[in-house]
């Protein structure tokens, strides 16, 4: 049995704090558009106080959000793409909540009904049709969630990577025929080097689609003075990530599915 050729933890962190770096450098220019999204999450987190209970438990997953979003670009950049996309349904599910939360609030007692020793029997079952697969309540309602469309599919998509399918391990494992060793990647190395780029673009639509949903529904309302300076970084963005995709398309496979 083989890992890798890694001899032990320490010399693993050494690794990927190579990758990490390595693909920093070789980003080039093309890095700011990882930095200037994190703009675009952390601007939001300086706006006025947000005193209203409905928008409290939405404002929270939006900071899950923005962790998971750190977490998906470090992993990332390490060459943990399966982990990367693991924290990016995580994203998603806290995103398909918020706004869920959001068109209705007073469901809100029903998404906190599992805190606490004494469960409502009735308000479990609610709990359970609505929250248990957040993102199939969106997909099947998608209309009422226009700004969700197209990321039900990407989050089906990521949990290939969350239930240790094959489609989403398998390309790491290997048999040598001669010896019967077997081979474990400990690193998502990709085939190609455009591999790399692409699905860093799908990567960085999918949080940026994920971060306009809250813009929109939540913190363009409160810019206030900040309103002018923030449209205009979404304008850049837009540009600057349109140009990065045209280069390194993507396309998400379809994947059947119910979770």
Not at 18 to 36: K, P, Q, W, Y
Not at 90 to 111: C, G, M, N, Q
Not at 230 to 257: C, M, W
Request: hydrophobic share 40%; proline share 3%.
């Amino acid at each position: 049995m083989s890992t890798d050729t890694i001899k032990d933890i320490i010399q693993y962190f050494g690794i990927e704090e190579s990758h990490m770096f390595g693909n920093i450098a070789n980003l080039g220019n093309d890095f700011f558009l990882i930095h200037n999204l994190d703009v675009l999450y952390r601007s939001c987190t300086e706006l006025r106080p947000i005193d209203d209970r409905s928008l409290k438990m939405p404002i929270f997953l939006y900071l899950i959000v923005n962790a998971e979003f750190y977490n998906s670009i470090s992993s990332y950049l390490r060459l943990h793409k399966a982990i990367s996309f693991k924290c990016m349904r995580s994203a998603l599910d806290s995103a398909f909540t918020s706004y869920y939360l959001l068109k209705y609030p007073e469901k809100l007692d029903v998404y906190l009904s599992k805190l606490g020793d004494d469960k409502n029997k009735e308000m479990l079952k609610k709990w359970n049709k609505t929250f248990r697969n957040i993102k199939r309540t969106i997909n099947d309602n998608i209309e009422e969630f226009p700004l969700a469309k197209g990321l039900p599919e990407i989050h089906e998509f990521c949990s290939i990577y969350s239930h240790s399918d094959a489609l989403g391990i398998l390309h790491r494992y290997q048999e040598d025929k001669g010896s019967s060793m077997l081979l474990a990647k400990y690193f998502d190395y990709e085939e190609k080097h455009d591999d790399f780029h692409k699905w860093l673009a799908c990567v960085l639509v999918t949080y940026f689609n994920i971060w306009l949903l809250y813009w929109r529904e939540v913190f363009i309302h409160i810019a206030d003075n900040k309103l002018s300076e923030i449209e205009n970084r979404i304008v850049e963005f837009q540009k600057n990530l349109k140009s990065y995709t045209e280069k390194h398309p993507f396309e998400i496979p379809a994947v059947d599915g119910n979770d």
